[in-house]
C-alpha cells in the first residue's frame, strides 16, 4: 500500500503525528466533510449498519465512538435507535453531530484516555472510521469493554492492514485470552470509497464483551 497514491484530502487526516494535529485537521474539515466523503463514495455507514440490525436490538442505549458529524448516529436513528451518546476528540465535527438532534449526549473524548461513563454503562459500541492510521490507539478497546455491558456487542470497522500491523490484533488476542470479549463476527474486505482509493479496504469485526 506504500506505493499507492492516496487522496489527498484523506492523507492530511491519517498523517496526523499527534491529538492535536488530528483535532485541528478535523476541525478544520467539518463543515465539508459530510459533502467530500460522499462525493467518494463513502461505504462504512451503510454497511455496519447492517451488522448493527444483525447483534443489536433497537431498544439498546449504544455510544459511538468517534461520532464525527454523525453520520453512522443518523444512519442508526434511521433504523429505530433513538438512543444514541457519541463523542469525538474534534468541536468542530461534534458541532456538526449535534446539529442533526439523533444523539441523547454528545461530549468531547479521545479514544485511548479514560472515558467518562460509568463502567457497563451501554448496551453496544459502534465506532466507524475511528480505530485506523493515525488515529485511536488499540489500548481504546479497554475502555470500549468497561463502559459495554457483559453480552453487548462491539462492532468497529478497521482496515485489515491496520488491523494486523497497528497492534489491534494482538490487542484482541490479548483481551480474548482475558476472558474480556470475543470475536463473533467479521466481515469479508471492502472497499472504503467506490470513487477513490480503490487498494484502501475495510473489514467490519463484531466483538461481544464478556
Known amino acids: 500500500m506504500a506505493t499507492e497514491k492516496r487522496d489527498p484530502i484523506l492523507?492530511?487526516?491519517?498523517?496526523?503525528?499527534?491529538?492535536?494535529?488530528?483535532?485541528?485537521a478535523y476541525d478544520a474539515w467539518a463543515d465539508r466533510y459530510d459533502e467530500d466523503v460522499f462525493q467518494r463514495g463513502y461505504m462504512?455507514?451503510?454497511?455496519?449498519?447492517?451488522?448493527?440490525?444483525?447483534h443489536v436490538p433497537a431498544n439498546a442505549k449504544i455510544v459511538d465512538a468517534g461520532a464525527g458529524t454523525g453520520i453512522i448516529g443518523?444512519?442508526?436513528?434511521?433504523?429505530?435507535?433513538?438512543?444514541i451518546t457519541g463523542f469525538d476528540l474534534s468541536n468542530g465535527m461534534l458541532k456538526i453531530a449535534r446539529d442533526t438532534g439523533v444523539y441523547t449526549e454528545l461530549d468531547r473524548q479521545v479514544?485511548?484516555?479514560?472515558?467518562?461513563y460509568e463502567s457497563n454503562s451501554f448496551d453496544a459500541c459502534v465506532?466507524?472510521?475511528?480505530?485506523?492510521?493515525g488515529h485511536a490507539p488499540?489500548?481504546?478497546?479497554d475502555e470500549i469493554a468497561r463502559i459495554v455491558k457483559p453480552g453487548g456487542h462491539f462492532i468497529v470497522t478497521i482496515?485489515?492492514?491496520i488491523y494486523e500491523n497497528e497492534g489491534y490484533q494482538d490487542k484482541v488476542a490479548e483481551m480474548t485470552k482475558a476472558g474480556k470479549m470475543k470475536l463473533v463476527e467479521k466481515s469479508e474486505k471492502f472497499r472504503l470509497?467506490?470513487?477513490?482509493?480503490?487498494?484502501?479496504?475495510?473489514c467490519v469485526f463484531v466483538y461481544q464483551v464478556q
Open 127 to 133: 465506532s466507524v472510521g475511528t480505530f485506523t492510521e
Open 138 to 141: 488499540s489500548s481504546g478497546f
Open 11 to 24: 492523507e492530511n487526516v491519517y498523517s496526523a503525528k499527534s491529538n492535536d494535529e488530528l483535532e485541528q
Open 193 to 202: 470509497f467506490t470513487e477513490v482509493d480503490p487498494h484502501v479496504q475495510h
Open 74 to 83: 443518523r444512519v442508526l436513528n434511521g433504523m429505530g435507535h433513538d438512543d
Open 159 to 161: 482496515r485489515p492492514d
Open 44 to 54: 462504512l455507514p451503510a454497511i455496519t449498519a447492517g451488522y448493527v440490525g444483525r
Open 111 to 116: 479514544i485511548g484516555e479514560p472515558l467518562k
